[in-house]
T-cell receptor, first 114, second 115 residues
Framework: DAKTTQPNSMESNEEEPVHLPCNHS???????IHWYRQLPSQGPEYVIH???SNVNNRMASLAIAEDRKSSTLILHRATLRDAAVYYC???????????????FGKGTKLTVNP | KAGVTQTPRYLIKTRGQQVTLSCSPI?????VSWYQQTPGQGLQFLFE???????NKGNFPGRFSGRQFSNSRSEMNVSTLELGDSALYLC??????????????FGEGSRLTVL
């Protein structure tokens, strides 16, 4: 399974943008980049995913480097509710027979200060 | 629509016992996968079931098993419990049609404590 590298922790102030980086230098052409987050005492929650182009949804934006070896999850205005562990995960579109296996790393623990 | 439901939410067992955890996926979802979360190892994939068949399996001993019923509900069983099995067990459901675009929806988990 292709690996991702994320900082262990980051801090932000409320209502400021947050850029969460992820390195995936061994990404293959068939890997999609997914982000999940886990709020305290809850199961992980899907945030966003993309392949090559930048993606936006109601929760966040995903900026993917041109060589796809890194990506950045952008929270445009952090709120206290965004305090969570954020996981960057690669999912292989070529997985035989399909599979919902996610390989979680340690993730980045985001602290949002009021 | 209702989310993923896991029961029981909390349970305490002793070493050597066995435990069965249940997961009801979102209506219409055919894939159910299970994960173990511990402070030391983080989130680890156990197995995935799709249309009553195990489609993928993680690196866990045979004491960990699961099954899926025709209504997509799933159970996982851990036999001969060890102290190290104490963990949060998470279930995730998805449509399962595509490994790429399928968003996984997680339940709140079953917290197992083995004494």
């Amino acid at each position: 399974d292709a690996k991702t590298t994320q900082p262990n922790s980051m801090e932000s102030n409320e209502e400021e943008p947050v850029h969460l980086p992820c390195n995936h230098s061994t990404i293959s052409g068939t890997d999609y980049i997914h982000w999940y987050r886990q709020l305290p005492s809850q199961g992980p929650e899907y945030v966003i995913h993309g392949l090559t182009s930048n993606v936006n949804n109601r929760m966040a934006s995903l900026a993917i480097a041109e060589d796809r070896k890194s990506s950045t999850l952008i929270l445009h205005r952090a709120t206290l509710r965004d305090a969570a562990v954020y996981y960057c995960i690669l999912r292989d579109v070529g997985t035989q027979g399909g599979s919902e296996k996610l390989v979680f790393g340690k993730g980045t623990k985001l602290t949002v200060n009021p | 629509k209702a989310g993923v439901t896991q029961t029981p939410r909390y349970l305490i067992k002793t070493r050597g016992q066995q435990v069965t955890l249940s997961c009801s996926p979102i209506s219409g979802h055919r894939s159910v996968s299970w994960y173990q979360q511990t402070p030391g190892q983080g989130l680890q994939f156990l197995f995935e079931y799709f249309s009553e068949t195990q489609r993928n399996k993680g690196n866990f001993p045979g004491r960990f098993s699961g099954r899926q019923f025709s209504n997509s509900r799933s159970e996982m069983n851990v036999s001969t419990l060890e102290l190290g099995d104490s963990a949060l067990y998470l279930c995730a459901s998805s449509l399962g049609g595509s490994a790429v675009t399928g968003e996984l929806f997680f339940g709140e988990g079953s917290r197992l404590t083995v004494l």
